[in-house]
């Protein structure tokens, strides 16, 4: 195989934000993309990362392959990657070969590794909420919730969705309603919780996508898209928070 | 009460320069203003507030109340104000209620606390020594002592203010003259001593207002008054260093 | 003596670089330049820094003599000039004597210390390797090599300098070609080794000239050298790492 990128961005920023939920990964290769489906170590969450060979300058691939590379190497060298560089990955002599060009040349070979771990199916989950917004938005609800509790609850009322989270003694809601930008799909009204860690991770997909489709279901797990029409669809799928209250 | 701010950064920088100093504070809501009295837990310095009915776009206060709350909890919802947002504060269901609203509505609603600590008053003082000066001008030699001493000096001669500090083998001295932006007023020469550590946390007050004025004496308390006109005033009052030197 | 300086940057800047090798630091001031000559503690580095009289918009000394200064303490008044700052450096009642004068006048009198330490000299050294090239670019290549490994090897090859780094696992390697901007002379192939620790320490050196010096040799000490015309000159001198790969 051998890729090349003249936009790097959204590659490393992509990188970037999975190796918040995986340290290590591996990534199926096929005529068409670059695919990552992998379980942070808890289990409570789940990425789905493609890359679309339309994202690419140059996208040789013969044949399917998997690669399975430590995220943070990965992201120390693309850390390094300048503006004005064009990047080639290979695959070449056992390791993962990055090259950056610009006036020089710098080449980073990386170990390629071995993941132990089974291969994630994606679940089929069905979806009673839906809600697209700019990601902004959801990003910004969600980190006002993070000075209060450590879960989030995700309430659908009619054409308005509210994002609360609540501690002994504070609250907190960000009413976000139907609009011009905003989309809400809903039946009856629901509510999930959600751990405030793990979306704090996934709301960087907003670096990706200027919007966002949330679907969530009653005590049942929530689902983000970030898609960049043409190059990437990063999906995280999260894990609900039952209690008793 | 129901207070609505569309200016919300003098209301958010005050908050937070007064939360270096205490961290539960009581509030005295009347018609005219909102008012903090607080001594710092050291007993060494004391901050008086007060920001004017005149601030406020709404300014409904049926009787007087005092409200007591925990100005870190404060400070962290008030970093999430954004520039587009009018800010609504009210008392409701002996909770303190922040309302941010510009496309989303934000609520947060804070607890009110009990503070044991007794009514402070503000001490009556007389000085000798008076300088009004640019608040820059006086931040930035607080600072330059910082890199001296623990302390730092003023004196006053004639038309000059020095600030000064002296560690056993370094000494610094900032000479700030009277002249068009600065006024000194002063009979005899006269010095005191204050402590930088808490100078550094009152020069903040910069934040509020272009000019400081700086009132002392010998042995004895410095005010510093931060005011900005029809919209608030703080002051600070600390305790002079005194030593045999 | 008694120097002033209208364009500080330069001379601030060189102070920073210097501390992060040596602490203490012995200047010699004479008719025509301030001079150091020092040595790491590890005496693994040797840094040779001139300062020449024309950056100086006065300079009146009329004897030679030596300052020694704790160069932590020259930082941090360092830190606090203002970009409108004229500063003059004076000796004076045995101290040094910083002022910094634009609206107000700053004095800040910091100790001479006694330099245990004998006199250094530049050990006479000769190269087969010369690299002329934009300090920037040798800069981001030792920055490469920093996510690689601990130490940096350089080759030189006809017409091509690679910076090269390896750990167990991975391995970097930057080409850097003779061109319009970048010179090379060399004989053989050649190749020494360095560590990224005190290299990363000595391209802090970009920050005084935009162009750098490279010169080695096989197993054999490296030479930095930044100039600022008709300014300044700062050069490194750094021993190799010898190892049997």
Redesign the interface.
């Known amino acids: 195989m051998k890729l090349a990128l003249a936009e790097t961005k959204l590659i490393r920023d992509s990188i970037s934000i999975i190796s918040d939920l995986v340290t290590e990964a591996r990534f199926k290769v096929t005529k068409n993309s670059i695919e990552l489906i992998a379980m942070d170590p808890a289990n409570v969450a789940m990425v789905i990362y493609r890359l679309l060979s339309s994202a690419f300058v140059t996208y040789d691939v013969k044949e399917d392959m998997t690669i399975a590379i430590n995220l943070n ?1 990965l992201k ?2 693309f ?2 990657i ?1 503006p004005e560089d064009t990047m080639t990955l290979e695959v070449a002599d056992g390791k993962f070969k990055i090259t950056l060009k610009s ?9 390629l590794i071995d993941v132990e771990e089974k291969e994630q199916r994606v679940p089929d989950l069905s979806f009673s909420a839906k809600v697209t917004a700019p990601s902004s ?1 959801f990003s ?2 969600i ?2 919730m993070d ?2 509790g450590e879960s989030v609850s995700l309430v659908i009322d009619k054409k308005t969705l509210h994002v609360m989270s609540a501690s002994e ?9 139907a ?1 011009a930008e905003i989309k809400i799909e809903a039946g009856d009204k629901l509510k999930a919780k959600y751990s405030i860690e793990y979306l704090k991770k996934m709301i960087q997909g907003a670096k990706l996508a200027d919007s966002v489709v949330i679907q969530f279901n009653k005590d049942y797990p929530l689902q983000l898209d970030y898609i960049a029409v043409d190059k990437l669809q990063m999906t995280f799928i999260l894990a609900p928070r039952v209690d008793n209250d």
Do not use: C, H
């Not at 003694?169 to 309603?177: Q, R």
């Open positions: 190497d120390s060298v850390r390094r300048k006036a020089q040349t710098r080449t980073f070979n990386l170990p938005i910004d609800a980190e006002d000075i209060i003694v504070s609250n907190a809601d960000v009413e976000i309603k609009g």
